[in-house]
């Protein structure tokens, strides 16, 4: 079996370097790489180069169009088999193909996504986000996990697809956000078995600060209408949990103004003041209490706290900033 991975690079030399170091330490060897500059400020063409004699690599480079279309055209230009997507911030383990190898024999799959997991090299606030993207407290610990809600979605950080099932899909539809998810489901419609490798898990180094990491939430709940918009079954209800868990907030915050306007004299602002602050003190220690022994660190798992709050807060925000605008205005 012959694998062609597939990069998409934006700007991100050092990132690139580092995976492609882990990739010199596969076992299994029968592969190429295929790195698209996605139209970078920062061109990494003399780093991916440079492992020429260490690993079958090519590179090109094409005019800005989003993630998507970069896989695409690695897509027309592959040889292998079967095509492994990753983003370019992730470490692969050297286990890595032969435990896809292994999947797709035993599971006799068309597509397959793998888990990510935090490497530990990385930050405390890399660690702090891998947390809370896997967390039960916020994505009901269902990313790349046995125990999804429906049919599996493999993400483009870790994601892997036959030849035939590229020729029949023709690849990705769209450029970004939420662009793997909506190829996800097309695979599965057009008959495709598409499963989890669980053994299949990558280092996956996310954003490196919570500015960063609060955009890119912010975009994953845009997404998900977008989502919607072309498949309106796909939208469940655990996708608007963060949307409610704004509304909660925001009206918490609200009781709360009121009850300190009346002086703590009107009762019901009181009654609703203390609830829900007890609810969310409540949420709070579990989460923390849940992510201490996940990393076994006091300041990693405070950082994963304020990182779930962020992503909820993010992912909230944009799924009702889309919803307002593509379904309720219908722009």
């Not at 330490?25 to 400020?41: A, P």
């Not at 590229?166 to 956000?177: K, W």
Request: aromatic share 14%.
């Amino acid at each position: 079996m012959f694998f062609s991975i597939i990069v998409p690079l934006y700007n991100r030399p050092q990132e690139i370097d580092e995976m492609l170091d882990s990739l010199t330490k596969q076992h299994y060897s029968n592969f190429e790489v295929i790195v698209i500059e996605d139209g970078s400020t920062i061109p990494a063409k003399e780093i991916v180069e440079g492992y020429k004699g260490r690993l079958d690599v090519h590179y090109y480079s094409k005019q800005n169009q989003g993630q998507g279309f970069a896989r695409n055209d690695g897509f027309a230009r592959a040889k292998g088999d079967w095509f492994i997507v990753f983003d370019s911030d992730i470490i692969v383990p050297s286990e890595y193909l032969q435990h896809v190898a292994r999947g797709i024999n035993n599971q006799n799959i068309d597509a397959f996504g793998g888990p990510d997991a935090a490497h530990e090299s990385f930050s405390a606030t890399q660690k702090a986000i891998s947390y809370s993207m896997t967390s039960p407290f916020t994505t009901g610990g269902i990313r790349g996990n046995k125990a999804h809600i429906g049919a599996f979605h493999p993400r483009s950080f870790n994601m892997g697809i036959s030849r035939a099932v590229y020729e029949q899909t023709g690849g990705f539809r769209f450029s970004r956000r939420s662009e793997d998810i909506e190829f996800s489901i097309r695979m599965i419609e057009q008959g495709f078995r598409v499963e989890l490798i669980a053994d299949a898990f990558v280092y996956h180094k996310r954003r490196s600060t919570f500015g960063q990491f609060f955009r890119q939430a912010q975009s994953f709940g845009k997404g998900r209408i977008d989502i919607y918009k072309v498949f309106p079954n796909e939208l469940k209800w655990v996708h608007a949990l963060p949307a409610f868990f704004v509304i909660g907030l925001v009206l918490l915050l609200v009781c709360l103004a009121l009850h300190l306007a009346c002086e703590g004299e009107h009762a019901l602002f009181s009654f609703l003041s203390c609830l829900g602050g007890s609810l969310l003190l409540l949420y709070t220690v579990l989460l923390f209490l849940h992510a201490l022994g996940k990393t076994k660190r006091i300041k990693i798992a405070g950082l994963s706290v304020a990182a779930a709050y962020i992503q909820l807060c993010a992912y909230g925000l944009g799924f009702i900033e889309n919803y307002v605008e593509k379904v309720v205005l219908k722009n």
